[in-house]
């Protein structure tokens, strides 16, 4: 009788957006086949409808090839002569990492290839009319620095850009050519389909014009992609409601949720409601709704912390802040206190949790401080197989085998193989 009401994440809705598109092709409609039939009807098109193909994920933990990809591509560019100023990085893990990370950033942007090009572009003409000024200005005169050291040109830095864009439209290129896909990618393909169109093909979204309702519960942090998609999305739904925390008592920690509003007033015209009810809590966590990180003068002054390796033994009051200036103290002051619960009151280490917020941020310092402190940890250390001596050593030797095209590697000296001898993981064979 009332249908269903989806609930997704954001990641969950592009992927339905992807499953549910449906791609429009003019295709002849087969009619008229005899030449003495009227040429009105002769060569109709007519549109056939079908689903959009569904791509394979490559950045996925089972199936991690999205950095491989674009480590060949570069390579292969390399090769052809393409890259000019990323070329002597091109075999550099640092350099990959740095390639794949930029990608990320524009697919998050909503940049598509021929959208950065024509930044790229648009860039170079500027750095352009900027080098001529400067020329004119020095009427012929070498540039110098105060340091008296020859003006650097920014074309190193266009050419760098160019050629990230050259890699970026490889690296789509072959996504399409081969069905893959990434989260980021996947966004931007949801992004167009809104839009209308993907890879010059008409696409619709049946489904959504029967959405009357369009609920954003507590989505404030969005990216470019992630608003530009709202942005289409919010017009085309009669009823849209968008629930947002606030507290009038300690507004400055909402501040962030501000740009948020202001955005999404941008799109559409909304009515602003707040609703002043709260849930109802106990004792000491009434104050800390009210002056946890709240910057305002005297308001953090009943904010009481216990005193260090004492317990107040007073109800409710178990709450303690600490301020700490990095990672290491944060985790080395956290091992000091999970010590105590279990040496001065009776705890069991498997009563105790430590939850962070970026698992990959805190797990290299985690592991090690409890390693010091004698803590047991049951978090598994999760190293990529290129980190591996053993395995990189291996990948150098191919490498070295593999590619004899390369002007490098055409005659491997007896010095890069007895570099790879000293690292023990080679025998010679007698």
């Given at each position: 009788?009332?249908?269903?009401?989806?609930?997704?994440?954001?990641?969950?809705?592009?992927?339905?957006?992807?499953?549910?598109?449906?791609?429009?092709?003019?295709?002849?409609?087969?009619k008229?086949?005899?030449?003495?039939?009227?040429?009105?009807?002769?060569?109709?098109?007519?549109p056939?409808?079908?689903?959009?193909?569904?791509?394979v994920?490559?950045?996925?933990?089972?199936?991690p090839?999205?950095?491989?990809?674009?480590?060949?591509?570069?390579?292969?560019?390399?090769?052809?002569?393409?890259?000019?100023?990323?070329r002597?990085?091109?075999?550099?893990?640092?350099?990959?990492?740095?390639?794949?990370?930029?990608?990320?950033?524009l697919?998050?942007?909503?940049k598509?290839?021929?959208?950065?090009?024509?930044?790229?572009?648009?860039?170079?003409?500027?750095?352009?009319?900027?080098?001529?000024?400067?020329?004119?200005?020095?009427?012929?005169?070498?540039?110098?620095?105060?340091?008296?050291?020859a003006?650097s040109?920014?074309?190193?830095?266009?050419?760098?850009?160019?050629?990230?864009?050259?890699?970026?439209?490889?690296?789509?290129?072959a996504?399409?050519?081969?069905?893959?896909?990434?989260?980021?990618?996947?966004?931007?393909?949801?992004?167009?389909?809104l839009s209308?169109?993907?890879?010059?093909?008409?696409?619709?979204?049946?489904?959504?014009?029967?959405?009357?309702l369009?609920?954003?519960?507590?989505?404030?942090d969005?990216?470019?992609?992630?608003?530009?998609?709202?942005?289409?999305?919010?017009?085309?739904?009669?009823?849209?409601?968008?629930?947002l925390?606030h507290?009038?008592?300690?507004?400055?920690?909402f501040?962030?949720?501000?740009?948020?509003?202001?955005?999404?007033?941008?799109?559409?015209?909304?009515d602003?409601?707040?609703?002043?009810?709260t849930?109802t809590?106990?004792?000491?966590?009434?104050?800390?709704?009210?002056?946890?990180?709240?910057?305002?003068?005297?308001?953090?002054?009943?904010?009481?912390v216990?005193?260090?390796?004492?317990?107040?033994?007073?109800?409710?009051?178990?709450?303690q802040?600490l301020?700490?200036?990095?990672?290491?103290?944060?985790?080395?002051?956290?091992?000091?206190?999970?010590?105590?619960?279990?040496l001065?009151?009776?705890?069991?280490?498997?009563?105790?949790?430590?939850?962070?917020?970026?698992?990959?941020?805190?797990?290299?310092?985690?592991?090690?401080v409890?390693?010091?402190?004698?803590?047991?940890c049951?978090?598994?250390?999760r190293?990529?197989?290129?980190?591996?001596?053993?395995?990189?050593?291996?990948?150098?030797?191919?490498?070295?085998?593999?590619?004899?095209?390369?002007?490098?590697?055409?005659?491997?000296?007896?010095?890069?193989?007895a570099?790879?001898?000293?690292?023990?993981?080679?025998?010679?064979?007698?």
């Amino acid at each position: 009788m009332w249908g269903e009401f989806p609930v997704y994440l954001f990641r969950g809705f592009v992927r339905r957006v992807l499953s549910s598109a449906i791609v429009s092709e003019a295709r002849p409609s087969g009619k008229a086949t005899q030449p003495t039939e009227p040429l009105l009807t002769r060569g109709l098109l007519t549109p056939t409808e079908a689903p959009l193909t569904p791509r394979v994920a490559i950045d996925r933990e089972e199936l991690p090839l999205r950095r491989s990809l674009i480590s060949q591509i570069i390579k292969q560019l390399s090769a052809a002569g393409k890259l000019k100023a990323i070329r002597p990085l091109a075999n550099r893990d640092g350099c990959v990492n740095t390639v794949a990370t930029l990608i990320g950033e524009l697919q998050r942007a909503g940049k598509t290839p021929d959208e950065y090009r024509k930044v790229v572009k648009e860039r170079e003409q500027e750095a352009a009319t900027e080098a001529q000024r400067h020329g004119e200005g020095t009427k012929g005169k070498p540039r110098t620095t105060e340091g008296g050291r020859a003006f650097s040109s920014p074309r190193s830095q266009i050419d760098f850009d160019r050629e990230v864009a050259l890699i970026y439209s490889a690296y789509v290129a072959a996504l399409d050519r081969f069905g893959l896909t990434d989260e980021d990618a996947d966004q931007l393909r949801a992004l167009q389909i809104l839009s209308g169109e993907v890879a010059g093909r008409s696409v619709s979204l049946p489904w959504l014009e029967q959405v009357e309702l369009l609920v954003l519960d507590g989505f404030f942090d969005f990216t470019p992609v992630q608003g530009e998609i709202l942005r289409r999305l919010i017009p085309v739904v009669p009823n849209v409601i968008v629930n947002l925390n606030h507290d009038r008592r300690n507004e400055e920690i909402f501040q962030p949720f501000q740009s948020t509003i202001e955005h999404l007033e941008s799109v559409a015209a909304f009515d602003t409601k707040i609703n002043d009810e709260t849930v109802t809590v106990e004792g000491y966590l009434t104050s800390l709704r009210e002056r946890l990180f709240n910057s305002g003068e005297d308001v953090g002054a009943h904010l009481c912390v216990r005193p260090e390796g004492r317990h107040t033994g007073l109800p409710l009051q178990n709450i303690q802040l600490l301020e700490c200036g990095d990672r290491e103290t944060e985790i080395r002051s956290i091992a000091k206190e999970i010590k105590s619960l279990v040496l001065n009151e009776g705890y069991q280490i498997s009563d105790i949790a430590l939850v962070v917020r970026e698992r990959s941020a805190y797990a290299d310092t985690i592991l090690r401080v409890c390693a010091d402190e004698s803590i047991p940890c049951n978090l598994e250390r999760r190293v990529e197989a290129i980190h591996v001596p053993a395995v990189r050593a291996c990948g150098k030797l191919f490498a070295l085998l593999k590619e004899p095209a390369r002007e490098d590697f055409r005659n491997p000296k007896a010095g890069d193989i007895a570099h790879l001898l000293k690292t023990d993981y080679f025998r010679v064979s007698p």
